[in-house]
């Protein structure tokens, strides 16, 4: 059986920074995409962050670009987000998720992910 665990959610200020981890168990997604949604009420899934661990490449939402960081760690088959600068507009759950093939590309689409975690809170207060 493949999962994803994600920690790390809270609730912080504004301004303030939060960091999430995901690991994953059941298989290895080291040459797979492994990255982070959100889903705030009300709205759909967004992508935050990806990373590519084949092509080394990561992909960012436009209002994450240089507040987020995405890092891997291949060994321990785990993403992490670096949430900083953040805002109350970043409240939302977030979702860690993760492709079962090597696929590239079409980042921002929910439904090329096929492993997903089952959430975790983060509130940014004003």
């Known amino acids: 059986q493949v999962y994803l665990v994600e920690s790390g959610g809270g609730a912080v200020q504004a301004g303030g920074s939060l960091s999430l981890s995901c690991a994953a168990f059941?298989?290895?997604?080291?040459?797979?995409?492994m990255g982070w949604f959100r889903q705030a009420p009300g709205k759909e899934r967004e992508l935050v962050a990806v990373s590519s661990w084949s092509r080394g490449t990561s992909h960012f939402t436009k209002s994450a670009e240089g507040r987020f960081t995405i890092a891997r760690d291949g060994t321990k088959n785990a993403v992490y987000l670096q949430m900083n600068s953040l805002q109350p507009e970043d409240t939302a759950v977030y979702y860690c998720a993760a492709r079962g093939s090597t696929s590239n590309g079409n980042w921002y689409i929910a439904t090329t992910y096929d492993y997903w975690g089952q959430g975790t809170q983060v509130t940014v207060s004003s």
């Open positions: 059941g298989r290895s997604f080291s040459n797979n995409a």
